[in-house]
């Protein structure tokens, strides 16, 4: 089975690639394609927060949306170094849930594993999700991995 595993280079699709790895049999995979994909006319960079930060200090040397892609592309795929199944990596340009489902139609993919809520409030109302829209229209099963729970604080009442 191939796996495809997208990336926003948020923290979540990280999280995401490394919850595969806890429940997967690698001898099952027989490939993960890692995939990233930049909007044409995107106004906002593709954010990089879980590659290196010496590589991509704010305001300084940030290079292009397709570098921090790369980026974000690598650190997701080291996840899965020395795991087992051959790992590729994509980047792609077009909207994110449409280019996901191409990648997953394209590898005859098994499952897809993506993060829930990476890019934050204002594109899930904005934009829509790009989780549902690929749990919708996907060809295979979807892995959606939410953030973790943050821990609740005690009030007043509590303590």
Excluded: N
């Excluded at 919850?19 to 593709?46: E, M, N, Q, W, Y």
């Excluded at 849930?97 to 829930?116: C, F, S, W, Y």
Aim: overall charge negative.
């Amino acid at each position: 089975m191939h796996v495809v595993v997208a990336t926003d280079g948020s923290p979540q699709s990280l999280a995401a690639a490394r919850h595969l790895t806890s429940f997967a049999d690698p001898a099952k995979i027989t490939g993960i394609s890692v995939v990233a994909v930049l909007r044409p006319l995107a106004s906002v960079a593709f954010a990089d927060e879980i590659s290196e930060a010496e590589h991509h200090e704010v305001g300084e040397g940030a290079g292009s949306f397709r570098e921090a892609a790369q980026r974000a592309v690598d650190a997701v795929a080291a996840v899965f170094d020395g795991w087992g199944p051959e790992v590729g990596k994509q980047i792609r340009s077009g909207s994110p849930a449409a280019e996901i489902i191409e990648a997953a139609t394209e590898h005859d993919a098994g499952l897809i594993v993506m993060a829930a809520g990476g890019r934050g409030l204002s594109d899930v109302i904005l934009l829509g999700s790009t989780a549902q829209r690929v749990q919708h229209y996907a060809p295979c099963p979807v892995l959606v991995v939410r953030p973790a729970p943050r821990p609740r604080r005690a009030t007043r009442h509590e303590a």
